[in-house]
Nanobody
Framework: QMQLVESGGGLVQPGGSLRLSCTAS????????MNWYRQNPGKQRELVAF???????NYTDSVKGRFTISKDNAKNTVYLQMTELKPEDTAVYYC??????????WGQGTQVTVSS
């Protein structure tokens, strides 16, 4: 069964850090474009960051310099290191894997809440 499982969300104070993990099973993550999205109720899902098969990364402007996406192919896992968190980073974060516009998998989401 092909699936993505996220972990690492939680409640953190403004200025704090969290590391999200997304582990793939049933397929090899290294050949997929890996994305992190986030979404709040009533809003569109927003692409936060992605990492290509070659390791090229890109970020939405609001998280540049604060978030880092990385992957460990040996562990079949992609990470999102989040620092200097702000209340506006509060959302459900989703991991997404895309291959050749043919395969598209989503995780179940993990809640990140930034609040004092």
């Amino acid at each position: 069964q092909m699936q993505l499982v996220e972990s690492g969300g939680g409640l953190v104070q403004p200025g704090g850090s969290l590391r999200l993990s997304c582990t793939a099973s049933g397929f090899t993550l290294s050949v997929y474009l890996m994305n992190w999205y986030r979404q709040n109720p009533g809003k569109q899902r927003e692409l936060v960051a992605f990492i290509t098969t070659e390791g090229t990364t890109n970020y939405t402007d609001s998280v540049k310099g604060r978030f880092t996406i990385s992957k460990d192919n040996a562990k079949n896992t992609v990470y999102l290191q989040m620092t200097e968190l702000k209340p506006e980073d509060t959302a459900v974060y989703y991991c997404n894997a895309v291959y050749s516009n043919r395969y598209n998998f989503w995780g179940q989401g993990t809640q990140v809440t930034v609040s004092s």
